[in-house]
């Protein structure tokens, strides 16, 4: 990835933050012939460790392979930055953005027992913003049919890299007036990204 040091994202806890706020990623990987699979699945990073699943029915996972790495791409909040915003001319657009892109070796969870229990661990922290969680208690047969319909995996993180294009190579009034445009849109998505400009820019 692409990344200036003054957009770099490399802080741990940061990264952590970015990757348990934004939990439906990427994974990309390449098949025998060299051709790169894309699939949107859901991870959580624990312990050096990517948990994720695909359905079987997949190919994707096939590619899984001993000593070849994948890529997972997280990405936080983003949005188009007008240069209407800035103090002065001239000015072009741009995108401001969060990502990180995460490498690793992958390799499968065939064990029944930890399959149902990286299951139910998703579960419980997707569900736990609830006020009353479900709970994931199946019956056996419903449950047993379920995970045979999954491919459970987990990701060795080898390497990370994280970008933060929030503005840092602007002046202080123009980030100000890019933060401020992006809070008068009335999208959630450009009030997050404006939130993470103003906390860089103290």
Known sequence: MYTPKHFALDDP???QALMAGNPFARLITV????????????????DGLLDGHMAKAN????????????????SGPHG???????????NVPTWNYVALHVYGRPRLVEDA?????????????MES???EPWVMELPEKYEQGMLAGIVTFE???TRMEGKAKLGQNRKPVDQQGAIAGLRATGQAEDAALAD??????G
Do not use: T
Request: hydrophobic residues 40%; without cysteine.
């Open 196 to 201: 993470l400009m103003a906390a860089q820019l």
């Open 129 to 131: 913003r609830f006020s």
């Open 113 to 125: 027992a930890r399959k149902k229990a990286r299951q139910a661990h998703l579960v419980e922290v």
């Open 59 to 74: 190919p994707q996972w096939r590619h899984f392979q001993p000593g070849r790495e994948v890529l997972v791409i997280f």
């Open 13 to 15: 806890a940061q990264q």
């Open 31 to 46: 098949d025998g012939d060299g051709l790169p699979h894309a699939s949107h699945l859901p991870f959580l990073s624990m």
């Open 80 to 90: 188009y930055i007008s240069p209407s915003w800035y103090s002065g001319e001239p």
């Open 155 to 157: 990701i060795e993180i």
